[in-house]
């Protein structure tokens, strides 16, 4: 697919002779669970640098509220979780990905504990609860509610004593350096102070995370953006799946307050999710109710807010005991109390939110992307294990175990070091336009509104091209311009990856797995168990 509004190779002008370089086996850009991993495997053999756009904490990974899924008791098996995982990924999971991942994760997960996490404990073991869609509880947890940030944290002080990995925060990257013969050598960013920066590598880990920030409703943090989407789609690698968009049934309600993510774990320990009327509804939807995968979740507040005329449902937890809930949940409970909600007077209101991207860069069972030496992991890579929807907690195994594949491929690649790199002549220059220029925020807070509207947890084909046909007018606008600023940056990758979204959204003419189509309901074996592929054409 190539669209001729917005394509343009790299976002800035480039001359490599008098841009200021760095030098390095490997560049890992990210600061999640994926990238935190693949930096520590791969700093064994090679030198690496770490850039992120933020500081080291600012990732969905450290926001993760739910859990890591792993089989840690005996009650449970391989085989369980894997069925679990194909029965949500509905058809589209790549089963050996599947096992791969699964047989991994008790290792990994051990690991992690041994490094330092304080996961929760009962009796001297792991302690595992129970979430929408899986069979058994395996669910691990750290700090009740906090896993996310006890990992990351876990995994930054292991990378920060690791004298061979040197960090660069609030480093945005701007794009991927490619040569003609399809390799990438390394990229190119700017730290707000220094200018515009090159750095060198010999192979690239693309670790950037997640596109909440495309909607209006998420629970993603703010540098969301799907800049690795953009950068990967600019340099000619396969992208897979981008229309499916995992949204979370549950984000707290507060006219005029940031969406907080209130975890399903909650659902698992028995919250019930009723209507404006106070009435209990899941049944209606689902025979597994409140432990439905989330996607079903998701449709069903949906529709009993449409039916009800509300903004937003509600969770009942009034029957939890109030010691048992602080200790269980000690963020939610601090958060609700901010807001001056009692939990056992008062009900929770909750809508859903964009949360999760299920496609993205196409890898292999190596992390390898279709382009040479570049590699991608976490959220921003598409390697088959969630299918058409992720189970839950599933995210933080792959970022684990991908991870650590992608820095284990980097350390066993004949052309794994610096010194075995060729260092091309780049020069890039983008012709002056005159056309006006758009205010980018005005853009960015429009197009995350028609995101939401029009390419949202239900979609149908006239709202879909309507989508395309608006995104390409503020792209004549907007992707011709040279800009200096992550603000500027971050509108063009978000332009970029929303058409591409809405595109795809409305080739997959099916419904399956997160992706609902209102006016093509049912799921196609026939025409659609398959991925959906898409490629800049040069």
Not at 6 to 12: G, V
Not at 180 to 205: L, M, S
Not at 478 to 506: H, Y
Request: overall charge neutral; glycine content about 8%.
């Amino acid at each position: 697919m190539a669209e001729k509004s917005e394509f343009r190779r790299y976002l800035i002008n480039i001359d490599s002779i008098s841009t200021q370089q760095l030098f390095t086996d490997c560049v890992v850009i990210g600061s999640g669970v994926a990238a935190l991993r693949a930096a520590i495997e791969a700093s064994e053999h090679r030198n690496i640098i770490m850039v992120c756009k933020g500081t080291m904490q600012d990732s969905n990974t450290y926001k993760a509220q739910g859990g890591i899924a792993s089989v840690l008791n005996k009650a449970d098996t391989f085989e369980s979780h894997i069925a679990d995982t194909l029965s949500t990924g509905c058809g589209i999971c790549d089963e050996n990905v599947v096992e791969h991942v699964v047989h991994q994760g008790p290792e990994l997960v051990e690991q992690l504990l041994q490094w330092g996490t304080e996961f929760d404990l009962t009796g001297g073991h792991i302690a595992t609860t129970l979430e929408g869609g899986h069979s058994h509880p395996r669910v691990a947890h750290a700090h009740g509610d906090e896993t996310g940030r006890i990992i990351a944290e876990t995994l930054i002080k292991k990378v920060r004593q690791i004298s061979n990995i040197r960090i660069l925060e609030n480093f945005y990257t701007i794009d991927l350096l490619t040569t003609e013969d399809n390799k990438c050598v390394g990229i190119i960013g700017c730290d707000g102070q220094r200018g515009p920066q090159i750095i060198w590598a010999a192979n690239t880990i693309l670790a950037t995370g997640g596109i909440g920030q495309l909607y209006r409703e998420t629970t993603n943090p703010e540098g969301a953006t799907g800049d690795g989407i953009a950068m990967a789609y600019r340099a000619g690698a396969v992208l897979r799946d981008l229309e499916l968009v995992q949204f979370h049934p549950t984000t707290l309600y507060i006219a005029g307050a940031t969406r907080a993510l209130i975890t399903e774990t909650l659902r698992g320990e028995g919250a019930i999710l009723v209507d404006n009327k106070g009435r209990k509804f899941m049944k209606n939807y689902h025979e597994a109710a409140e432990l439905a995968p989330r996607d079903i979740v998701s449709r069903a507040i949906l529709a009993q807010m449409r039916k009800t005329e509300s903004t937003h449902v509600y969770l009942d937890v009034r029957h939890f005991d109030r010691t048992f809930f602080a200790q269980r949940f000690p963020f939610i409970n601090e958060l609700l109390d901010s807001f001056d909600i009692d939990i056992k007077k008062d009900l929770i209101p909750v809508r859903p939110s964009a949360h999760y991207m299920i496609g993205g860069v196409k890898t292999d069972t190596s992390a390898q992307t279709s382009i040479k030496n570049l590699y991608a992991c976490g959220e921003i890579a598409s390697t088959g294990l969630h299918g058409a929807n992720r189970l839950g907690s599933n995210s933080l195994l792959e970022g684990l175990v991908f991870g650590k594949t992608a820095g284990q491929a980097i350390t066993k690649s004949t052309r794994a070091t610096a010194a075995h790199l060729k260092h091309p002549l780049i020069q890039y220059q983008i012709p002056h336009s005159d056309r006006t220029r758009l205010d980018t925020e005005d853009v960015r807070n429009s197009l995350r509104a028609l995101m939401w509207r029009n390419v949202g947890i239900t979609r149908m084909e006239q709202p879909l091209l309507e989508a395309q046909e608006i995104i390409r007018f503020w792209q004549r606008y907007v992707m011709d311009k040279i800009f200096d600023s992550p603000a500027g940056w971050e509108c063009q990758n978000m332009l970029t990856t929303s058409l591409l979204i809405a595109r795809t959204a409305e080739m997959r003419r099916e419904s399956r797995g997160v992706h609902f189509r209102r006016d093509f309901p049912d799921t196609d074996d026939k025409n659609f168990k398959k991925h959906i592929e898409i490629k800049r054409e040069t």
